[in-house]
Nanobody
Framework: QVQLVESGGGLVQAGGSLRLSCAASGRTFSSSTMGWFRQALGKEREFVAAISWNGGTGYYADSVKGRFTISRDNAKNTVYLQMNSLKPEDTAVYYC???????????WGQGTQVTVSS
């Protein structure tokens, strides 16, 4: 059974940092693009960042560019999201996702809450 398990969320003051982790099990995603998405209360889920299979290319939403960094460790089947200079508008449930063979995000974690206080 494929599982993506996020961790590292929590409550932080504005300007602070958090590092999210997403550990995959059940299959290897070393050849897959992986990404982070978020959903704030009452809003639609939105793209945050993605990383190519070898970690060579990162993609970011404009709202997080320069503040967030996505990385991966294929040996650990884990992807990370380093979040710096956090703002209250970053408050959301953050989800990890992995692309399947059809290059769609077919695999999703259960989410981890990030709350940024002002």
């Amino acid at each position: 059974q494929v599982q993506l398990v996020e961790s590292g969320g929590g409550l932080v003051q504005a300007g602070g940092s958090l590092r999210l982790s997403c550990a995959a099990s059940g299959r290897t995603f070393s050849s897959s693009t992986m990404g982070w998405f978020r959903q704030a209360l009452g809003k639609e889920r939105e793209f945050v960042a993605a990383i190519s299979w070898n970690g060579g290319t990162g993609y970011y939403a404009d709202s997080v560019k320069g503040r967030f960094t996505i990385s991966r460790d294929n040996a650990k089947n884990t992807v990370y999201l380093q979040m710096n200079s956090l703002k209250p508008e970053d408050t959301a449930v953050y989800y990890c996702a992995a692309q399947g063979s059809n290059n769609r995000y077919d695999y999703w974690g259960q989410g981890t809450q990030v709350t940024v206080s002002s």
